[in-house]
């Protein structure tokens, strides 16, 4: 079918400065009896069979609905060229998979957060993934991404849309379109297909218009059984791949944070990046973030320092001024930071102050960059949980970030935020000096 197509297209396109696979993650949503499951697993035989020693692993919500996929794909392998003996098809509960003379293999996993360790793989595809909660999802790819380490390897994700428990597939679906609208060429690849958000789910003629299958192998009257058997919402989200009941308020996706890791960017030269300062409400702690653009335009952060309280700032920042000469130090007058902002000035710190619109303009932007992949972060622990906790927070028709609860610690992202919008926008020749 061409939905099928598009996807192996895209699936398949290669980073032209790596040279590897340009999508390392896969996400695809699509309605019920599109032919998800038949793409798997024809699309991990084409890896098995012209790829050596491939390994290709499949899990659903459990082992048993994983079980009962793998043994319909080896009827169909019977029914092949593909047959045995030139395959070797294994049926035994706990060993099941479809082996290849290539030395490649197709198995299947249970959905735990000890899978697959101490293995280094070609392809995992995870199917119905609107049934994982946030908790197994996030144990499942903790599992697996380390698994391609040393193999150009890529992870697919199925499922139709979800219900209000689906939070961990929601997150990647929100990633997803963040990507796309940003126009993202390599990270998640993540393709769509379903209802306007403005049809009637009950005008089967619309619904049947927007499935993918409609002309293929979708039965003329399965939608109007469909509709007759099962509630109005879960028609909508099985057929429609509508979401029903859910909404997630993190406003950084888990996924495009953790695609956006580089723990091996060179920090420039002395001269050659821009700081800036922000502090948490009531001082409860302050950070300080530095950030450059590389040779390909790509830019970084780097949380330079992170402590409780803010009494500790004017000296530090006074000393990273000295080592790193930079070309600009930015914070925000107007929020928590305003306090030792004006303590930094008192102390001949020379600190540039940002406007409402260099902060309503600087948030969308670094999120932008999350999404197409021209933002990168070095790994530390505050600045994951400032991402987690940091939340959108709207003004008028504009959006600066915000605190999802009062207590929040948030002030890396800020920060980080700010300092890149200062190295974009102060121009280099302006060096920043103690007076």
Request: proline share 7%; charged share 25%.
């Amino acid at each position: 079918m061409p939905w099928q197509d598009q996807t192996i297209d895209v699936a398949r396109e290669i980073d032209p400065v790596t040279g590897e696979l340009a999508h390392p993650i896969v996400v695809i949503t699509v309605q019920r009896q599109a032919g998800k499951t038949v793409l798997s697993g024809s699309n991990s035989t084409h890896v098995c069979l012209t790829e050596p020693d491939a390994s290709c692993w499949y899990t659903q919500q459990d082992r048993r609905h994983a079980r009962d996929t793998l043994l319909k794909l080896a009827k169909r392998v019977r029914r092949s060229p593909f047959r045995p003996p030139f395959t070797k098809i294994r049926e035994s509960n706990g060993s099941e998979a479809i082996e290849f003379p290539t030395g490649s293999a197709y198995a299947i996993f249970a959905p735990s957060d000890d899978a697959l360790h101490s293995t280094s793989n070609r392809l995992v595809n995870i199917d119905e993934a609107w049934t994982f909660d946030q908790v197994r999802g996030d144990e499942l790819l903790q599992a697996i991404v380390p698994t391609f380490a040393t193999v150009d390897g890529q992870l697919w994700i199925f499922s139709a849309a979800g219900n209000y428990k689906s939070t961990w597939f929601k997150g990647l679906v929100d990633a997803g379109r963040l990507a796309a609208e940003a126009g993202a060429t390599t990270g998640m690849a993540y393709l769509e297909w379903g209802i306007a958000d403005d049809v009637d789910p009950a005008d089967l003629a619309a619904v049947a218009r927007a499935h993918p299958a409609n002309g293929y192998t979708l039965r003329p009257r399965a939608l109007a059984d469909a509709a007759a058997l099962m509630s109005p919402d879960e028609f909508a989200r099985a057929y429609g791949n509508r979401w029903t009941g859910i909404t997630t308020d993190r406003a950084i996706p888990a996924i495009l944070w953790s695609l956006a890791a580089d723990a091996v960017a060179v920090l420039p030269g002395r001269g050659q990046l821009a700081l800036a300062l922000d502090a948490d409400i009531d001082g409860a702690s302050a950070a300080i973030v530095g950030a450059w653009r590389d040779a390909l335009g790509v830019g970084h952060v780097e949380l330079f320092d992170v402590r409780p309280g803010v009494s500790w700032v004017p000296a530090r920042l006074a000393e990273l001024v000295r080592n790193l000469d930079p070309w600009a130090v930015w914070y925000d007058p107007k929020g928590p930071a305003g306090d030792v902002g004006d303590e930094c000035l008192l102390t001949g710190l020379d600190l540039h102050p940002a406007t409402f619109d260099d902060v309503t303009a600087a948030a969308p932007r670094f999120l932008r960059g999350l999404a197409d992949r021209t933002t990168r972060y070095r790994p530390h622990p505050a600045m994951d949980t400032a991402a987690e906790a940091v939340i959108k927070r709207e003004v008028g028709d504009r959006w600066l970030w915000g605190r999802r609860v009062e207590d929040a610690l948030v002030a890396p992202i800020i920060a980080a935020t700010l300092a890149l919008w200062a190295y974009d926008h102060t121009p280099p020749p302006i060096r920043f000096k103690i007076r």
